[in-house]
């Protein structure tokens, strides 16, 4: 049976979503920005290209996503394939990632600490991830307390703002790092140049970075923009936004702020509306800048000289990111809300004669999860459910989704409409 479905939210949730069930089904999206992307959308600034979120990359080990997601693109006219080359900024010079297999690098008392404790470690039955209580247990138990003090603490606190006591383990899954202590001494006592060692590597667009899935995600699709859904009502068995009526809803914005006919039927059933509403996410700030050369993807930033977390650095990951400028470009990350002028201050500590070109703060980029989340948001979407509303990505269902997770959530929800 044909239906009306209406989608709210054209961020990769939304495009996949609707994407998927077009062919079947009479399909319109609303986006309440002028332009279509969330998290994912880019604009050029002086011919460069600037990611507004991060720089997002794609990948997925999902054969399923992969074939769907190919099967819109040229995958060998249209990307590139782009070795990852993270690296770590530490104590004033570029080392490693992970910084683990960079121990030799670092002063003999650290060094000396950190085998010691690592050793000690490898020794111990292995516990699951899951066995521990919450993040810094995890990070301790597995890497122990020097390289916790000197690096997962500081480098987490930074982007969390947030005691990692407090984070829960079912939050990261698939998302922890998992220590090799074979590895990491191997590869400290061989110094294995990285360029030597097996890398992730990556797809980007040739052209127009993320947006460029954006642009054509959204070719077939009927998408109102800037066409904000702050109501809906159910009239005769029919679902009414915007002067529209729909048999189903896919609500892809943020799950705290669901229009007041949803909180009503969450309030009917046995969910913690009041929880939900309170649940608790990050913003980022980010510096859009010029940089000398550079062939590094991502440099993490642990030490607190400065407030930025990380390097992004989206001009290596195609050169026509860069066509305005003499140099390369990259995203200068910070967490939370940090005003222009204290991003330039922060961009002077940062290695690679960093000048501004623009910036951007997006309030939603981080969820965070506690031990509770998952079941109020299973009710939440079970509740919903049963009147035709459906929930779906990053901040609907308050999960900690990469792109390819989204599109994977997507064919899960894709199969109610079969
Ligand atoms: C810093 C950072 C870096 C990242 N890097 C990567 C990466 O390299 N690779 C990767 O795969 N993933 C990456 N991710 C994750 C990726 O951004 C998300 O998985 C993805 O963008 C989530 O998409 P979404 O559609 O679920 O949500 P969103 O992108 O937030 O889209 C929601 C859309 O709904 C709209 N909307 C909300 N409420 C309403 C309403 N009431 N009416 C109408 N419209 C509404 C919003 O305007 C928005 O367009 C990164 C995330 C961050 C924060």
């Not at 989206?314 to 002028?341: A, P």
Request: net charge negative; hydrophobic share 35%.
């Amino acid at each position: 049976m044909v239906m009306k479905i209406g989608i709210i939210g054209s961020g990769i949730s939304g495009l996949s979503i609707a994407n998927l069930l077009k062919d079947k089904h009479d399909v319109q999206v609303f986006e309440k920005e002028q332009q279509p992307g969330g998290l994912i959308k880019c604009e050029r600034v002086q011919d460069c290209l600037f990611h507004k979120v991060g720089g997002h990359v794609f990948n997925s080990k999902n054969e399923k996503v992969l074939n769907w997601f190919w099967g819109h693109f040229d995958k060998d006219s249209e990307f590139v394939k782009v070795k990852r080359n993270a690296k770590v900024f530490f104590n004033n010079s570029i080392i490693g990632y992970p910084i683990e297999n960079y121990v030799y690098l670092m002063k003999p008392s650290l060094v000396k600490d950190i085998t010691k404790e690592l050793l000690e470690l490898s020794k111990r039955p292995g516990k699951s991830p899951f066995e521990y209580e919450n993040f810094e247990l995890f990070l301790k138990g597995n890497f122990g307390q020097t390289l916790f003090d000197i690096y997962f603490q500081p480098y987490n606190y930074k982007i969390w703002k947030t005691d990692l006591g407090t984070i829960s383990m079912e939050w990261l899954e698939g998302k922890l790092p998992m220590p090799d202590y074979a590895e990491i001494l191997y590869s400290n006592i061989i110094r294995i140049e990285e360029e030597k060692m097996v890398h992730a590597s990556f797809f980007y667009p040739k052209d127009g970075g993320s947006q460029f899935i954006v642009d054509r995600f959204k070719k077939e699709l009927q998408i109102h923009s800037g066409a904000a859904v702050n109501v809906v009502t159910e009239m005769e068995g029919h679902l009414e936004v915007n002067g529209a009526s729909f048999d189903k809803l896919i609500y892809c914005g943020d799950i705290r702020k669901l229009p007041a006919f949803c909180k009503s039927i969450l309030a009917e059933s046995d969910v913690d509306v009041a929880y939900l509403e309170n649940l608790r996410s990050n913003g980022t700030s980010n510096l859009f800048c010029e940089t000398d050369a550079t062939d590094v993807s991502w440099l993490y930033i642990p030490e607190s000289f400065t407030e930025a977390h990380r390097i992004i650095y989206t001009g290596n990951f195609s050169s026509s990111n860069n066509k305005g400028s003499k140099r390369t470009t990259c995203v200068v990350e910070f967490s939370g809300k940090v005003s222009y002028e204290k991003m330039l201050e922060e961009s002077k500590k940062l290695p690679g004669n960093l000048k501004a070109l623009a910036c951007n703060y997006e309030p939603n980029s981080y969820v965070i999860q506690d031990n509770r989340t998952r079941e109020e948001v299973g009710k939440a979407k079970k509740a919903l459910e049963k009147r035709g509303i459906y929930l779906l990505g990053r901040f609907a269902e308050w999960e900690y989704y990469n792109m390819d997770k989204a599109i994977e959530a997507a064919f899960s929800l894709a199969e109610h409409f079969d």
